[in-house]
């Protein structure tokens, strides 16, 4: 593999017909962390359609930290994402945690995350991109942009240069926050790559009262999309419910990154 592969790419990421990075809007993917059952992920993903956001999440192999949280409805979540995905004609970004889930995330999702335990398992990035699928690279916990970078040169290495890097939060010694959100990151990235790149602020700081905020500095920063976790009870959530905005947080919040992305010359 040569060196700095990741300057080599076209900048804008077409995910199932909507374009990502480049001079693309700012694009915000939605939903709840997990799908729980038909009925959630629909109301979630109505509500996030209805307030702006162009592409739908929700995980259905959950990585977790504890063997005995709640581990995802697996394909079960993969069947609900799609028919909703292609009832409200919105692309569905799912993670793939492990290499058995590449094939049926690849057959049901239109675009594969990684997520951060996993940006630096080389085999599940290279199975990834050998799908074709664009996909959605989160950095690591204690990952650098340099590593970040290199996951996202695997990737290119196999030919596929549908990119989409994420910043999640590192993990620090700042205890009032989950992880700590890099925002230089963005404009970091943007030196280096022509990749996209995006922020995720609801894995970044694990709070809903902090979200919003951290989605306007996102796009302050020139970040190209948002990933944001709502759940319509996050009291009920049976993952992260913590940091998942309800609808009315998420339109809310919307209203604020329409006005920044407007202030810095995008639209969304
Ligand atoms: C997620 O997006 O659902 C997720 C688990 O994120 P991360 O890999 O950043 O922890
Ligand atoms: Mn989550």
Redesign the pocket.
Known sequence: MTAALHVATAGVVDIAGVTLGGSSPVRVIAGP?SVESREQFLQAATAVKAHGASLLRG?AFK?RTSPYSFQGLGVLALEIMREVADELQMPVVT?ARALDDVTPVAELADMI?I???NMDNHALLRAAAATGKPLLL?RGMTASVDDLLGAADVILAEGNDQIVLCE?GSRTFEPSTRNSVDIAVVPEVRTRSELPVIV?PS?GTGRTDLVPALSVAGVAAGADGL?IEVHPHPERALSDGDQSLTTAGFAHAMRRVQAMALAVGRTI
Do not use: N, V
């Open positions: 962390c995980g990585p993670e995350q997520g951060a335990r989160k999640r995720d894995h990933l």
